[in-house]
């Protein structure tokens, strides 16, 4: 490995996002599945998506998924560009750059509820 | 240490047919590339042009009227849950050395894989809004 370099904590938080990004989708598949016991129990349990600590979680998904997305474009351009392994260090760092961007993003319109002073038909019960 | 899928050494192919690793390998480029877009698209949906608090059973219900938005989830669904149980297949690859052990832990990786796309793809494909599938079973086990 490359101990301490930029490739190491690249490769490593690509896989901790990814088995981040995994767990969620595994509970996702079950919060879905409550759609099968009709619209009450549905949208009772799915109030606790809108509670202000649900929406911090979400932002650690939503900047999960996003580090692992464009890191995974770096990888690629890595594995068929054939300049890629190059500029892999910059490629990072613009991973990072967008990655920022997309969170700030993101996050304000996830967090807008919560900054509005939590009006209850937006923030669960 | 095996770290294929990271690394830029392409599993080889013997004979120059296809592995499973070689094919592990394209699947996580190709899988990848469309979550890229399926993925991201999917937050912005429900998290920027509509509150979490909005996704509501109506809405699912209006959604779901439209074919696409059932085969953007099963596509998403699919392709989602397969890169992301093959990521960690590859990371048991990578540190359960007990034989035993990494038998054991891909089992339950390939057991999970099966029993949450079928439940998933039952949601997607069979969602219809009025019938509670789940309610009526369940009602069946408990009220007799």
């Known amino acids: 490995m490359y101990r301490g370099q930029s490739g190491m904590w690249s490769w490593l938080l690509h896989r901790v996002t990814g088995v981040a990004i995994l767990l969620f989708l595994l509970v996702h598949i079950v919060d879905i599945t409550i759609l099968g016991f009709g619209p009450t129990v549905y949208n009772n349990a799915l109030q606790v998506f809108a509670t202000p600590f649900v929406r911090l979680v979400s932002l650690a998904l939503i900047a999960s998924v996003l580090y692992h997305s464009f890191n995974g474009v770096r990888i690629m351009l890595i594995d068929f560009w054939p300049q890629g392994v190059k500029y892999q260090g910059a490629l990072w760092v613009g991973v990072l750059a967008l990655t920022l961007i997309g969170f700030v993003a993101m996050g304000y319109f996830v967090m807008l509820p919560v900054f509005q002073g939590c009006p209850p038909h937006q923030c669960g019960n | ?144």
């Open chain 2, 1 to 144: 240490m095996r770290t294929s899928i990271y690394t830029s050494t392409r599993p080889a192919s013997t004979k120059g047919g296809m592995t499973f690793e070689l094919f592990s390998w394209y699947f996580m480029r190709i899988s990848g590339l469309a979550l890229v877009f399926l993925a991201i698209i999917h937050l912005v949906v429900m998290h920027v042009s509509n509150d979490v608090s909005q996704t509501s059973y109506d809405f699912v219900a209006t959604r779901y009227q439209n074919p696409f938005w059932r085969v953007y989830d099963l596509l998403l669904l699919s392709l989602a849950l397969f890169h992301g149980l093959n990521g960690l297949r590859v990371i048991i690859d990578d540190y359960v050395r007990n034989q035993a052990w990494r038998l054991a832990w891909q089992t339950f990786v390939a057991v999970i894989a099966v029993v949450f796309w079928i439940t998933g793809t039952i949601t997607v494909v069979t969602f219809h809004p009025g019938s509670a599938p789940l309610s009526a079973f369940f009602g069946m086990l408990f009220h007799r």
